[in-house]
């Protein structure tokens, strides 16, 4: 081939590939990584709530859930209902999720991935209920079940009872999803204690991968 | 002759014989002065508070100065549309508002859009894009490049 055959292609070749070049380019970032959990109470930042472009919050009350038991009644393996005090509405909607004396769970967890990755829900309970004079009441006498107002099972936590140490309620809080239920405690009755008044807290905890 | 003089000569031929045989065809226009302001787009959830069924938009914005050199086309009656290639990670999608030198629009990542239609009467065609990008948070997974291109059709005579 002629030499100047050689350097026109050469040229016109680099020309070709410098304009498939041009573009402007935007890098986009991910989403941010977030985490939320409401059990009972809890505050929002504002009246808006979230749906309707509301804010989180961190605190309100602890909330209590709690039996008289009659002195008869006492360690007959009656069960005896609870009555929790904390908001019955779901902060995403308003929407009253809850019936009457139950205790709100629900959350959340944000996270750009293409996993269907899960955050754990755990809670932790010490071993027992304790009075004021030390006496206790083992906490396995306390069980749950689960429901929520429109809501079909199988719901995100199952029903269960407190065992003391830490234990996993559900591990299913899939990512980008808003996961809520409602708990009914029960106290299970099944041993004569002396009177007074026994409390215990347990914590729950959501933990994202 | 040299070997320069006669290699920029070839150049000229070769631009020469584009605009000769561009009946249909389609040309990448420089836009190389074309200019985003601003840094990485910081995307957002869409709903920050996800919805009972997952939920998972992400949306942000950027201005970019479009700067396009279309003078080799002068007196042209063309077509130019933006063009936003696939990408593989996640599905995009691209509106943007012009000030109406260039048309408004809107693309998915893999096509292309029109941006202006008609004769071309100057060097250059000069407008502000306000873009807003939307992409699938579950896809998304770590920063990713959006090249944006134009390119060039003229009509047949």
Not at chain 1, 93 to 107: K, N, P
Not at chain 1, 146 to 159: E, M, Y
Not at chain 2, 49 to 69: C, Y
Request: net charge neutral.
């Amino acid at each position: 081939m002629h030499p100047t055959r050689i350097a026109q292609y050469s040229l016109l070749c680099s020309l070709l590939v410098s304009l498939d070049a041009i573009a402007y380019v935007v890098n986009i970032g991910t989403g941010t990584r977030a985490v939320y959990l409401r059990v009972g109470d809890g505050i929002r930042a504002g009246a808006a709530n979230y749906a309707g472009g509301g804010a989180m919050a961190t605190g309100g009350a602890v909330s209590l859930a709690q039996v008289t038991v009659a002195a008869a009644a006492v360690g007959n393996s009656a069960e005896q209902a609870m009555t929790g005090n904390g908001r019955l509405t779901s902060d995403y909607d308003d929407f009253t999720f809850c019936e009457a004396g139950q205790i709100y769970i629900g959350g959340f967890f944000r996270l750009p991935n293409t996993a269907n990755q899960n955050a754990t829900l755990r809670v932790n309970a010490p071993a027992n209920l304790v009075n004021a004079t030390g006496d206790t009441i083992p906490i396995s006498q306390i069980r749950w079940s689960s429901s929520g107002i429109g809501d079909v099972p199988p719901h995100p936590i199952a029903d269960g009872t407190f065992t003391g140490g830490t234990q996993t309620l559900a591990t299913d809080f899939l990512r980008n999803t808003w996961r809520e239920t409602c708990h009914s405690f029960v106290y299970r009755n099944q041993a004569i204690v002396a009177a007074g008044t026994y409390n215990a807290r347990v914590v729950y905890t959501l933990a994202t991968p | 002759m040299n070997m320069l003089w006669r290699s920029i000569l070839c150049v000229g031929f070769a631009l020469a014989g584009c605009a000769a045989t561009a009946h249909a065809q389609t040309f990448p226009i420089d836009d190389s002065r074309s200019q985003v302001l601003g840094g990485t787009v910081a995307m957002q959830w869409q709903d920050f508070f996800p919805k009972r069924h997952s939920s998972s938009l992400l949306i942000g914005q950027f201005t970019v100065a479009v700067h396009l050199d279309v003078a080799a086309w002068q007196g042209r009656y063309a077509r130019i549309y933006q063009r936003l290639p696939a990408q593989p990670n996640s599905p995009i999608t691209a509106r943007w508002q012009s000030q109406g030198r260039l048309l408004s629009g809107q693309i998915r990542s893999g096509e292309r859009s029109l941006v202006y239609q008609g004769t071309i009467h100057s060097a250059s065609l000069q407008d502000t894009f306000v873009v807003h990008i939307e992409a699938d948070g579950d896809r998304l997974t770590r920063e990713q490049a959006l090249e944006f291109s134009f390119e060039i059709e003229l009509e047949s005579p």
